[in-house]
């Protein structure tokens, strides 16, 4: 569970990573599709260009040769990567969308200028090495996919009056400051009643000390967390933080993490200084930003679930979508003459 927001940028350059190491690794061929928009160096002074890669003793090692072994080594977990950014550009381009290389540099920098970096060398060093990626790899399987999705997502979404009014009482309105204790979903349910039951009836100080020795980063902070908001992405938690009373502690919630205990500090008021209309453009950018965020792996997930795919590297295939061969229809005067015996002499 985080408690920490991530900026647009960092976000973005999360759910790309998880985008490019669905399949470990990098791309075999550089390569374009006309939905990307981008232009790359020349195929000659990358060395492909030729059909001789390199020369041992003068005897050649073509590319077919090199691309073979690559294939027989690497080829079927990186075979998905490429499936993926291909669902991803046929995509792209039917809806006449792109991603530039000036996008791609203008979304780079947001990705380094969000993780305090000082360049793109040091954004590769410290993150890219680390995961055996190249910058180029990083923009053309990562960022340039990214942006496509992007473009594609935002034409779906529509931002209502409903969804500014919330996301005002979200920001503006009254919140919950709490404390948690997240029990691991690894660790099993009977671990999270044992620490109910030991803080069952006991205050703040023993929620603290108990939420200070748990193996999270909420250690730290002896279990607390953000205020709780109204229309929250959590909404277990925050129907727990606005039925409860100040200094009362919840029942075991079930959360996708695992279980919380969570317990209740004080109420802290709306803010009535802040007019719906003065903060109305700066609510649109925002609701529309996480609508898009939370409509991409759904959007990818409908792409990838609506094309034909048949990998013969990997023996998967749509086979309804394979049409079966059908005998062709064979002419009677074609047929080969019956050889019937001659009748015999007595």
Not at 282 to 302: D, G, S, T, W, Y
Request: glycine share 6%; proline share 6%; aromatic share 6%.
């Amino acid at each position: 569970m985080r408690t920490n927001d991530l900026s647009s940028g960092a976000k973005l350059m999360l759910w790309g990573l998880g985008f490019l190491f669905l399949t470990p690794g990098a791309r075999l061929y550089p390569q374009h599709s006309p939905a990307t928009g981008g232009n790359t160096a020349s195929p000659v002074s990358a060395g492909l260009g030729t059909q001789v890669v390199a020369l041992v003793n003068n005897v050649p090692i073509t590319r077919e040769e090199l691309a073979n072994e690559l294939i027989a080594r690497k080829g079927r977990q990186y075979l998905e990567l490429l499936i993926n950014r291909r669902i991803i550009e046929q995509a792209a381009a039917k809806a006449g969308v792109s991603a530039t290389d000036k996008e791609v540099e203008q979304e780079l920098a947001e990705v380094i200028r969000s993780l305090k970096l000082k360049n793109a060398a040091e954004f590769e060093n410290t993150i890219l090495k680390q995961r055996n990626t190249t910058l180029y790899e990083y923009k053309e399987d990562v960022l340039r996919p990214s942006i496509l999705m992007r473009k594609l997502a935002e034409k779906r979404i529509q931002v209502t009056e409903e969804d500014l009014k919330k996301a005002f009482e979200a920001n503006y309105g009254e919140k919950v400051q709490c404390r948690i204790i997240l029990i691991p979903k690894t660790d099993g349910l009977g671990v999270a009643l044992k620490v109910y039951d030991k803080l069952k009836g006991k205050g703040i100080e023993e929620f603290i000390r108990e939420a200070s020795q748990q193996p999270s980063n909420l250690a730290a902070t002896g279990g607390r967390i953000r205020p709780v908001n109204r229309h929250s992405a959590l909404p277990e938690l925050e129907r727990a933080a606005f039925s409860l009373r100040d200094g009362e502690m919840s029942e075991i919630i079930e959360v996708q993490e695992g279980y919380v205990i969570l317990f209740r500090e004080k109420l802290i008021p709306a803010d009535t200084s802040i007019r719906f209309e003065d903060v109305r453009e700066q609510l649109h950018k925002e609701v529309f930003r996480r609508k898009v965020e939370a409509e991409i792996p759904l959007l990818f997930n409908e792409l990838r679930a609506s094309a034909v795919i048949n990998d013969f590297l990997n023996n998967r295939f749509d086979i309804k979508d394979i049409p079966l061969p059908t005998p062709s229809p064979v002419a009677p005067n074609s047929l080969p003459p019956v050889q019937r015996p001659s009748p015999s002499r007595p």
